[in-house]
């Protein structure tokens, strides 16, 4: 009898398998990424979705005030108390009319789910709740990432709030901004700068983490997605539970497109929706590999048979070229997306499509998100740039009914929204310097002296 949860090589051609515990990440047989996969048939699942209401008025209970965990019976790997909370998941879907208009929608049609709200100030709590736990359970007691900052100040959070394991972070130099640097050592972790980039800093923690066996909470770690599947349980939440047309999502490593799929897919084999939404991933321009793979070179997943040799030529031809990721949107600044496989088989299973939007169109749109009063990241503004781009091609329809997901909170990176608004060519080098330079909706601040009929005059005509 096979177990109640192990772990599978999501390439349906390799059989290989491996325990929960296991924490190699990578499948035995052939190297592939691997899915936490259940017996779902002798698992207790709810009848309905609406199930989870119940667990509402329960929210004294961690587990359930949690917005991972209170859906704990659709990633149901760990007993209740093993799992690691710290309040993750209490999170926004708000319709968001304003920025329907930018993007082309109508009026009710545009939802923002925004993931600014958790405990770091992005979405990367999620997984990290559900990979905290699992390392937990096999007994880690050290926890490493690379990050372009949301998962270091992610992994920084878990281990001081709880005190359970040491975090080790390792980032690209000088691309970080500001506030994720700061959250990751005002939280104590052990945090090493190296020389090279994003692509860099992950190839290096993965082998620095097989050598000392610390545990690797990167988005190759499949648990990271069996907690960033909730975002998308508590948007049909939102929507009381109906299906929306399309899921719009900036892909970096191109987790969360991944765990999307995985969420919508498994909610349909257990009869508890109908039909899955679309899926759409938006690269900026400047690290847009996923995009060219799939629309220049038209990589598929192919019943799992993807074409492994376009993705190796076209990594070589960034080498040869000494092409690295360069985009203001520094979340999504990744060249060499480790869950790429999965992001095929996400769009084969969503009917997907990706584009990719150059950083001028998403510093914009993010203007725009801000001026309708939720304040996001850059990378997290992709999703609605994205989205302009595909209502104006005609593939979302102007009466779809779309969730864009804003990734991360827009005090995480306050230098590049004050550089937008500036007028001081100092102050906006920041954008000028990386080829932005125009912007369509800067709200500067007004110089008055310190003269009160002056003050009172500029109110009158500005106000
Ligand atoms: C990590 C991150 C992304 C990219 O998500 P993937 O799952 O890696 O594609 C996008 N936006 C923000 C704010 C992030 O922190
Ligand atoms: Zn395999």
């Not at 359930?64 to 999170?91: H, M, N």
């Not at 700061?182 to 923690?205: K, M, N, P, W, Y």
């Not at 009381?240 to 987790?255: Q, Y």
């Not at 009466?399 to 060519?425: F, M, N, Q, W």
Request: include cysteine; charged fraction near 20%.
């Amino acid at each position: 009898m096979t177990e109640l949860v192990f772990q599978q090589c999501l390439n349906p051609q390799c059989s290989g398998t491996a325990s929960l515990a296991d924490t190699a990440f990578r499948c035995a047989r052939c190297g592939g990424l691997l899915d936490v996969a259940y017996d779902w048939d002798r698992l207790p699942i709810p009848k309905t979705l609406k199930h989870f209401e119940g667990k509402w008025a329960n929210r004294t209970n961690p587990l359930d005030f949690s917005g991972v965990w209170r859906f704990r019976e659709l990633l149901p790997f760990a007993p209740d108390d093993a799992i690691i909370t710290v309040g993750e998941g209490q999170t926004l879907c708000q319709r968001a009319d304003a920025v329907a208009a930018y993007a082309g929608l109508k009026p009710g049609r545009l939802f923002l789910q925004y993931e600014g709200m958790n405990p770091s100030g992005s979405f990367k709590d999620n997984g990290m709740s559900a990979a905290f736990t699992h390392a937990r359970m096999t007994g880690a007691t050290r926890a490493a990432c690379a990050s372009t900052g949301n998962t270091s100040a992610s992994l920084a959070i878990y281990c001081a709030a709880t005190q359970l394991m040491r975090g080790i972070i390792f980032i690209g130099s000088g691309k970080i901004s500001f506030g994720k640097l700061s959250q990751a050592l005002e939280h104590g972790a052990l945090t090493l700068q190296i020389q090279g980039d994003f692509d860099d800093a992950l190839r290096r923690v993965q082998e620095v983490s097989r050598q000392l066996g610390i545990y690797l909470v990167n988005s190759v770690n499949p648990f990271r997605l069996e907690g960033q599947k909730t975002i998308m349980y508590r948007v049909l939440e939102a929507l009381r539970w109906e299906v929306p047309d399309w899921i719009v999502v900036p892909g970096g490593n191109l987790g969360n497109v991944s765990s999307f799929a995985k969420a919508f897919s498994e909610l349909v084999e257990l009869g508890l929706i109908s039909r899955v939404p679309r899926l759409a991933v938006i690269n900026a321009t400047g690290a847009d590999t996923f995009h060219r793979l799939y629309n220049e070179h038209h990589l598929r997943w192919n019943g799992g048979r993807f074409d492994q040799s376009k993705i190796d030529s076209y990594y070589a031809s960034l080498d040869a070229n000494n092409r690295k990721a360069d985009t203001l949107a520094s979340a999504i600044e990744i060249s060499r997306p480790v869950n790429l496989p999965k992001a095929l088989r996400a769009l084969d299973c969503c009917n997907g499509v990706v584009r990719a939007v150059p950083d001028a169109e998403i510093l914009d749109a993010k203007a725009k998100i801000g001026a309708g009063g939720l304040g996001c990241e850059p990378a997290s503004a992709a999703s609605v740039a994205g989205l302009r781009t595909l209502v104006r091609e005609g593939v979302i329809d102007k009466d779809e009914r779309v969730v864009c997901i804003l990734t991360g909170h827009v005090l995480k990176d306050a230098d590049e929204t004050v550089a937008y608004h500036s007028t001081d060519p100092a102050t906006s080098a920041k954008l000028t310097t990386r080829g932005v330079k125009q912007v369509a909706f800067a709200n500067r601040a007004v110089q008055v002296p310190n003269d009160l009929a002056a003050i009172v005059k500029i109110i009158e005509l500005n106000g």
